[in-house]
């Protein structure tokens, strides 16, 4: 058997920012470190900061005064950054830098008074911050899409501009048939600059693409509720090639190898290389024996933390 490593994989720009601010204020500030909802979706990489001291909260009321709270990479609402101001808390916004971006086009749209859609998943936390971004009035709102039906619903006067945007994580052909819908329904639809699926979601999935065309099964490295882990399991099982979502080598069965010879494996961009590394050896063990790299897009994006975290030792 072969195992084909997609690239890239595994943890983007965000996500390394949002865990580096993370280490870097336990490092200064000390244990216990408060975090709005996980800093990102994997199991890893949260039961590893849960160990140096920090505490996940999902509710800011429950965070002592005057303590250090860090907003996750998901992003949060107006009202989270209300509530952390009454409680006195040093805030560190982790958010990435993508998702800023639809939260200040969202706050422009509430601004002017322009019904806004947003294509997402219910219940997501980034979801929830960028609805919560939009101040709702007689005159205007956003309203929540998860698919083409929900476009269909909506009862937006069709004389009157309307906007969209999206979640960062999607599937970009699933997300490209809702717009196009939206831009069937409504004749004056103001769009992003450019697409709110991030960079690395896009590379991700056209990496995972090109694997479906040269594997019988595809590893997913990432935990279930990782949205982005969750679309490249969908891309390749709608190609028609198994797929399974794996937290960590143990999730694995030797079952699922049986008559296969190229084995595709990648890790969405909230699961860590130390776990994609656990899993080739484990695959080892059952046999696996070529490792091969497949080639992609390199990705050189980097953002900056606070600078208030940025002190060198």
């Given at each position: 058997?072969?195992?084909?490593?997609?690239?890239?994989?595994?943890f983007?720009?965000?996500?390394?920012r949002?865990?580096?601010?993370?280490?870097?204020?336990?490092?200064?500030?000390?244990?216990?470190?408060?975090?709005?909802?996980?800093?990102?979706?994997n199991?890893?990489v949260?039961?590893?900061?849960?160990?140096?001291?920090?505490?996940?909260?999902?509710?800011?009321?429950?965070?002592?005064?005057?303590?250090?709270?860090?907003?996750?990479?998901?992003?949060?609402?107006?009202?989270?950054?209300?509530?952390?101001?009454?409680?006195?808390?040093?805030?560190?916004?982790?958010?990435?830098?993508?998702?800023?971006?639809?939260?200040?086009?969202?706050?422009?749209?509430?601004?002017?008074?322009?019904?806004?859609i947003l294509?997402?998943?219910?219940?997501?936390?980034e979801?929830?911050?960028t609805?919560?971004?939009?101040?709702?009035?007689?005159?205007?709102?956003?309203?929540?899409?998860?698919n083409?039906d929900?476009?269909?619903?909506?009862?937006?006067?069709?004389?009157?501009?309307?906007?969209?945007?999206?979640?960062t994580?999607?599937?970009?052909?699933?997300?490209?048939?809702?717009?196009?819908?939206?831009?069937?329904?409504?004749?004056?639809?103001?769009?992003?600059?450019?697409?709110?699926?991030?960079?690395?979601?896009?590379?991700?999935?056209?990496?995972?693409?090109?694997?479906?065309?040269?594997?019988?099964?595809?590893?997913?490295?990432?935990s279930?509720?990782?949205?982005?882990?969750n679309?490249?399991?969908?891309?390749?099982?709608?190609?028609?090639?198994?797929?399974?979502?794996?937290?960590?080598?143990?999730?694995?069965?030797?079952?699922?190898?049986?008559?296969?010879?190229?084995?595709?494996?990648?890790?969405?961009?909230?699961?860590?290389?130390?776990?994609?590394?656990?899993?080739?050896?484990?695959l080892?063990?059952?046999g696996?024996?070529?490792?091969?790299?497949?080639?992609?897009?390199?990705?050189?994006?980097?953002?900056?933390?606070?600078?208030?975290l940025?002190?060198?030792?």
């Amino acid at each position: 058997m072969n195992i084909i490593l997609a690239n890239p994989r595994g943890f983007c720009a965000g996500v390394d920012r949002a865990i580096e601010i993370t280490n870097k204020a336990l490092e200064i500030f000390g244990a216990p470190i408060y975090v709005k909802h996980e800093i990102v979706h994997n199991k890893y990489v949260v039961d590893e900061l849960k160990e140096k001291g920090v505490i996940f909260i999902e509710d800011v009321k429950k965070v002592p005064e005057y303590s250090i709270l860090i907003y996750s990479a998901h992003g949060v609402s107006e009202k989270i950054i209300q509530q952390s101001d009454k409680r006195n808390l040093q805030v560190f916004n982790a958010t990435c830098p993508l998702v800023t971006k639809v939260h200040m086009e969202v706050a422009r749209l509430s601004k002017k008074q322009i019904n806004t859609i947003l294509i997402g998943h219910k219940g997501h936390p980034e979801v929830e911050g960028t609805i919560g971004r939009y101040r709702t009035n007689e005159n205007s709102k956003i309203i929540l899409v998860e698919n083409e039906d929900d476009v269909l619903s909506l009862k937006f006067d069709p004389n009157k501009e309307v906007a969209y945007v999206t979640q960062t994580t999607l599937s970009i052909d699933d997300t490209l048939n809702i717009i196009n819908l939206i831009k069937k329904k409504y004749s004056n639809v103001i769009e992003p600059a450019r697409g709110d699926i991030c960079y690395a979601t896009t590379n991700r999935q056209a990496a995972v693409k090109d694997l479906t065309e040269k594997c019988d099964i595809i590893f997913v490295v990432g935990s279930e509720n990782s949205s982005n882990s969750n679309r490249l399991k969908e891309i390749a099982t709608r190609a028609g090639v198994p797929a399974y979502l794996l937290d960590c080598a143990d999730d694995l069965d030797v079952k699922w190898l049986s008559n296969k010879k190229n084995i595709g494996l990648t890790a969405g961009a909230s699961a860590p290389e130390v776990l994609v590394q656990s899993i080739i050896n484990k695959l080892k063990g059952f046999g696996a024996l070529n490792i091969i790299n497949a080639e992609g897009v390199q990705e050189n994006i980097t953002f900056k933390i606070p600078k208030e975290l940025a002190i060198k030792n």
